[in-house]
């Protein structure tokens, strides 16, 4: 028997954001630099590719988002910039908190819709 656990492409999405929003709040709370910022984004706007689907783009597009901004970051070449991009950093966190919060509380209503249709 396998211990694995298969995921939706919605559910992978979701934890993806969740992912994205963890790391993006590490290096806002001085926890990583921005090094290991950007080399978190990176692989996570390459994971964002292999869930791309009509499905996850609601989650998913505010997550790569989210991971441009990560690698932004550690090109910035003064603190003021490197600044104004913290405060779009901490905007698109709340902007994928937002969505993931919103893609879960709609999954109860499309399993329940599912299972009517059938």
């Known amino acids: 028997m396998s211990d694995?656990?298969?995921?939706?492409?919605?559910?992978?999405?979701?934890?993806?954001?969740?992912q994205a929003v963890a790391d993006a709040e590490a290096y806002l709370a001085g926890q990583r630099d921005a090094k290991a910022c950007a080399a978190s984004g990176e692989s996570l706007w390459r994971a964002?590719?292999?869930?791309?689907?009509?499905e996850t783009s609601r989650?998913?597009?505010?997550?790569?988002?989210?991971?441009?901004?990560?690698?932004?970051?550690?090109?910035?070449?003064?603190?003021?910039r490197r600044n104004r991009?913290?405060?779009?950093?901490a905007?698109?966190?709340d902007l994928v908190r937002h969505e993931s919060l919103a893609?879960?509380?709609?999954?109860?209503?499309?399993?329940?819709?599912?299972?009517?249709?059938?």
């Open 48 to 54: 964002t590719l292999a869930l791309r689907n009509p």
């Open 4 to 18: 694995a656990t298969h995921l939706s492409a919605l559910e992978a999405a979701n934890l993806l954001a969740g």
């Open 85 to 89: 991009w913290r405060l779009v950093l």
């Open 103 to 118: 893609l879960r509380a709609a999954a109860p209503a499309a399993i329940s819709n599912q299972g009517e249709a059938s």
């Open 59 to 80: 989650i998913l597009d505010p997550v790569r988002m989210l991971a441009t901004v990560m690698v932004r970051i550690s090109r910035s070449d003064t603190d003021a």
């Open 91 to 93: 905007a698109l966190v």
